[in-house]
């Protein structure tokens, strides 16, 4: 129903910055909110930030200040500008959308923070 294509993932000293993009298709319109998952080797899958349709948005507290999510309604995308980058902001980050009858995924992107 929905398609997520996620870009902007790579390796980054710590202190640095890097911008997540989630570009969907599909049936767009269907969608409720969108976000960011993130994964760590051996961890659960955390909860990193949504933004709803009406552009509310909401944080994990261990990104809190550092990372924001926006959106570019023109362009059917989605961003996650991560700052003040730490070692253990490194995970598998994956974009989701909600809607109605499922939440759709990315293929996931690798984001490593080096110190």
């Known amino acids: 129903q929905v398609q997520l294509v996620e870009s902007g993932g790579g390796l980054v000293q710590a202190g640095g910055s890097l911008r997540l993009s989630c570009a969907t298709s599909?049936?767009?319109?269907?969608?409720?909110?969108m976000g960011w998952y993130r994964q760590a080797p051996g961890n659960q899958r955390e909860l990193v930030a949504t933004?709803?349709?009406?552009?509310?948005?909401d944080y994990a507290n261990s990104i809190q200040g550092r990372f924001t999510i926006s959106r570019d309604i023109a362009r059917n995308t989605v961003y996650l500008q991560m700052n003040s980058l730490k070692p253990e902001d490194t995970a598998v980050y994956y974009c989701?959308?909600?809607?109605?009858?499922?939440?759709?995924w990315g293929q996931g992107t690798q984001v490593t923070v080096s110190s």
């Open positions: 989701f959308a909600e809607h109605p009858f499922s939440k759709e």
């Open positions: 599909g049936n767009i319109f269907i969608i409720n909110a």
């Open positions: 933004i709803t349709r009406g552009g509310s948005t």
